[in-house]
């Protein structure tokens, strides 16, 4: 059975830091990306960041570039995402997935459907 577990999540102030886990079991770590993603009430989800183990690549959203910071720690199957300069609009549930492909890919890795697998979700609220 797959499982994805997010943690790290909490209340910072803005210009505040956190860091975010994802911890993977259940899985072939390096036969597939992950995602980061973040979805606010009454929004669609919407793609954060995602990376490769096996070519290398990753990808940000515009909004998160320059703040943003994706890692893999294959020996522990964890994802990380490092989140600095936070700002009240960061506020939200983020989820970690695993995607059905091995590559994030340029043209596909925002979207959801490409993702088999999702975390329950950490909240991360951001005070002004």
């Known amino acids: 059975e797959v499982q994805l577990v997010e943690s790290g999540g909490g209340l910072v102030q803005a210009g505040g830091s956190l860091r975010l886990s994802c911890a993977a079991s259940?899985?072939?770590?390096?036969?597939?990306?992950i995602g980061w993603f973040r979805q606010a009430p009454g929004k669609e989800r919407e793609g954060v960041s995602c990376?490769?183990?096996?070519?290398?690549?990753?990808y940000y959203a515009d909004s998160v570039k320059g703040r943003f910071t994706i890692s893999s720690d294959n020996g522990k199957k964890t994802v990380y995402l490092q989140m600095n300069s936070l700002k009240p609009e960061d506020t939200t549930v983020y989820y970690c997935?695993?995607?059905?492909?091995?590559?994030?890919?340029?043209?596909?890795?925002?979207?959801?459907?490409?993702?088999?697998?999702w975390g329950q979700g950490t909240q991360v609220t951001v005070s002004s």
């Open positions: 997935a695993s995607s059905r492909t091995v590559e994030c890919g340029m043209w596909w890795w925002e979207h959801r459907e490409v993702y088999a697998y």
């Open positions: 990376i490769s183990s096996s070519d290398g690549s990753i």
């Open positions: 259940g899985l072939t770590f390096d036969d597939y990306a």
